[in-house]
Every structure is written in structure tokens, then in C-alpha cells.
């Protein structure tokens, strides 16, 4: 069997795993709902959830390009948390500061996720509020950015796993 085929085998069955979390999360909110509101969902749901099924991909190859990098599933762990859940947060908050676009974020396009579900509609691609500029990922360019961070981290990881160096 080759390291790559662990590497993929390990890829799908943790987004296997994700996808059921995700699923159940969405069940109990369409049941709680249901419960209030009555059996009515708006579509809106469905799309964000099929959104934040496609987001667990760039996390996931995030996380297995970080855990190539080192022998140490501790440290690739500790990085993995500061950087998926410190840096991606914090540096949209600077970026808007300075009024440029944070499209290389994976916190941006994750925006498309909650933004389908704003009972005012879609959000402009750029807010400006007292001179600061707030800005959202459109759908396609969420997309297109969450599908080019999976393959690039995980070409990258697959390429370091197949080395004896770093496992």
C-alpha cells in the first residue's frame, strides 16, 4: 500500500466524519425548527449547508499539509489550531483596516456559508461603514477560493507524506 493512499484514505474518512457532524447539526436544526415554525425550510439551509460541506475541504487540507510538515502530531496540531482558529480571524480584521480585500483567508470565502442565510439578501461585495471597508466573497469566488486551497495543501501534503524525512 502506498503513502499516498493512507494520506487519502485518512483525507476521506475525516471528511466522512465531518460531513455526518455537519449533517447531523443541520437535522436538529430542521427538527427545531420544525418544532416552532412549523415544517416550512428555506432553501437558504440547504445551500449553506452544501457550503459548509465544501468548506471542510480546504480546513482538512490545512490540517494533513501541516501534519506532513512534522513528526510531531503535537506541534502540527498546536499550529494547525493557532493557525485555522488565531490567524484566520485576526487577519480579516486588520485587512479591513487597511481597506484591502482578505481573498487569501479561508475565513473570507467561509462567509458564503452564513451570508446565504441573511434575511436581507446577499451582501454587496463591499461594505463601507465610517471609512472601513467590510468585505464578502461572492458565491463562485468563495467557491473557486475553497476548492484552489483543498488541491493546493493537499498536492503539497501527499508530496511531503511520500517522504520518509518528514513521517
Not at 460531513?19 to 427538527?31: C, F, L, M, R
Amino acid at each position: 500500500m502506498s503513502r499516498s493512499s493512507i494520506f487519502l484514505g485518512k483525507l476521506i474518512a475525516s471528511f466522512l466524519a465531518f460531513a455526518i457532524a455537519i449533517g447531523v447539526y443541520a437535522a436538529i436544526t430542521i427538527a427545531d425548527g420544525a418544532i416552532y415554525f412549523g415544517p416550512s425550510v428555506p432553501y437558504q439551509l440547504g445551500e449553506s449547508f452544501v457550503f459548509a460541506i465544501f468548506f471542510i475541504l480546504p480546513i482538512l487540507g490545512i490540517s494533513f499539509f501541516i501534519s506532513s510538515m512534522f513528526k510531531n502530531s503535537s506541534f502540527s496540531i498546536l499550529l494547525t489550531a493557532i493557525l485555522l482558529f488565531g490567524l484566520n480571524y485576526i487577519t480579516p480584521l486588520i485587512t479591513s483596516l487597511s481597506n484591502s480585500e482578505p481573498w487569501y483567508v479561508p475565513s473570507y470565502d467561509a462567509g458564503i456559508i452564513a451570508n446565504v442565510l441573511s434575511p436581507s439578501g446577499y451582501p454587496p461585495h463591499v461594505v463601507v461603514l465610517a471609512g472601513i471597508s467590510s468585505y464578502h466573497a461572492t458565491i463562485p469566488e468563495g467557491l473557486a477560493i475553497m476548492f484552489a486551497y483543498f488541491m493546493v495543501t493537499t498536492i503539497l501534503g501527499i508530496i511531503l507524506f511520500e517522504k520518509d524525512d518528514f513521517n
